[in-house]
């Protein structure tokens, strides 16, 4: 099936992928000159990001671009949802914890450990640039595949839901 999007959904969906590459390239300025005078971002798993303009700039600059991307990292979207004014962007990121990873593991230093998650990023458009991110992604599956917390019978799971979100077939442990 081929999805047929106008030409108001092709500019956003270009502003974000336009917004993302910015940021795997390391370049603060593109990344910023995507978004509007007044952003935010957070990251809700941790509650990291920024408020406003400088905020958001100085969460991606110390925190985010040129920083986190493993040379390894592989982003596949899942899906992709385009509203009037927000895309939601679903996608597994596949990694190994091979440098600090200040927005998703602050503090943490590196594993060596494979990660695999699912993630969904909320971009909200106004006037053609970025007004928001609100990111989620399953913390407890993170902490689990490198090493930070053990399953001990606890409902979660490291990259198997991940696996499973491009693979539907595959089996659900936890009910199995």
């Keep these: 099936m081929t999805i047929e999007y106008s030409e108001t959904e092709l500019e956003m969906i270009n502003l974000l992928d336009q917004h993302v590459n910015a940021e795997l390239q390391g370049d603060l300025d593109t990344t910023m000159a ?3 005078d007044n952003p935010h971002l957070l990251n809700i798993p941790n509650m990291m ?3 406003g303009y400088e905020g958001v700039k100085g969460f991606y600059k110390n925190h985010l671009v040129g920083k986190f991307f493993p040379p390894d990292v592989i982003m596949q979207r899942v899906s992709l949802t385009v509203g009037r004014n927000q895309i939601v962007d679903e996608l597994v990121i596949k990694f190994t914890h091979t440098t600090v990873i200040d927005w998703m593991l602050p503090e943490v ?3 060596g450990k494979k990660v695999e998650i699912g993630l969904v990023v909320i971009a909200g458009i106004n006037d053609k640039k970025i007004s928001h991110e609100h990111i989620y992604w399953d913390q407890a599956s993170v902490l ?15 990259s198997e839901s991940a696996k499973k979100l491009l693979n539907l077939s595959l089996s659900n442990r936890l009910l199995d």
């Design 34 to 36: 995507t978004m509007t």
């Design 49 to 51: 990001g920024g408020d």
């Design 144 to 158: 689990f595949q490198v090493g930070l917390i053990a399953c001990n019978n606890l409902p979660i799971c490291g």
């Design 109 to 111: 230093e590196p594993t």
